[in-house]
């Protein structure tokens, strides 16, 4: 799909993962979202017009023969659900053809919409199958379709900072941090895992959650409230430093700038 919401063809480490799936051997389709072009597909012919541009594209951008076409949600909108075997010039996976010859089953939305593929094959009841999956939903533990979704999210944001601060790293540029960053720092050096639980959950834009697991953690050590660490002298710098990323997360809550 040229027009995902979630990746882009034309990134660099997108493209090279569909150039190595290409060259082992796979065919590679256009998946064509029609409601990317809104009123600007009024008949058949914008609509052929557009996917044939697409599939230029890609077919440019791979160095392949694009062959296929699969519509993006083809039961929603007017010109997704057509019938035809062929649409500009590429052979239609949701033609009538292929439908009335493969029984169909999809994890869509992260679930299977018809039938569990596992029963489908136990029943072998079918000798045609089109299987419709995506890697986004499939994980090593059990997780609901919304978590799996936040995970994709999460991990793109956490490649997207990693190649940020490689590239400065590459170009020899100074990398200037939030003044906090010390901070972060040090609470990963003292925890690692709370360490990465505070900064993902501050990068969600969720920094209650973050204090509430700060807390979580100072009451494991027996510790109740920010007054308390500022009078331990046996860890003062610690202490400080966790009093003022409560601080930080508070100003994060109620909009004020953080210290």
């Known amino acids: 799909m040229l027009h ?31 409601t990317f072009y809104g009123q600007e597909i009024d008949s058949r012919a914008d609509l052929e017009r557009f996917i044939s541009e697409e599939r230029a594209l890609l077919e ?12 993006h949600m083809p ?20 033609g009538r053809g292929v439908r009335d010859r493969f029984a169909y089953c999809s994890d869509s939305n992260g679930y299977w919409r018809f039938q569990r593929l596992a029963d489908v094959l136990e029943a072998v009841a079918d000798e045609r199958l089109h299987v419709l999956t995506h890697p ?47 901070a972060f720092t040090w609470l990963l050096s003292w925890d690692e895992a709370l360490g990465y639980l505070v900064e993902e959950l501050i990068r969600r834009r969720v920094p209650h959650l973050a204090e509430v697991e700060l807390r979580r953690r100072l009451a494991d050590l ?31 809550v109620t909009g004020a700038a953080p210290p």
């Open 4 to 34: 995902s919401e979630f990746y882009s063809v034309l990134e660099r480490g997108i493209l090279n993962r569909l150039r190595d799936i290409a060259a082992m051997g796979h065919a590679i389709g256009l998946h064509f979202d029609p």
């Open 60 to 71: 440019r951008l791979l160095h392949v023969r694009v062959e296929t076409l699969s519509f």
């Open 75 to 94: 039961d929603t909108g007017r010109w997704q659900a057509s019938d035809d075997d062929e649409v500009a010039g590429l052979i239609n996976a949701f």
């Open 136 to 182: 986004c939903w499939w994980t090593p533990e059990p997780m609901a379709p919304r978590q799996r979704m936040a995970r994709v999210i999460g991990g793109r944001a956490d490649w997207l900072d990693r190649h940020y601060d490689s590239l400065i790293a590459d170009s020899g540029r100074v990398n200037l941090r939030h003044a906090d960053q010390e």
């Open 222 to 252: 027996g510790i109740g409230d920010e007054s308390r660490l500022e009078e331990d002298r046996n860890d003062h710098q610690s202490n400080a430093t966790i009093v003022a990323l409560i601080g930080r997360l508070r100003g994060a």
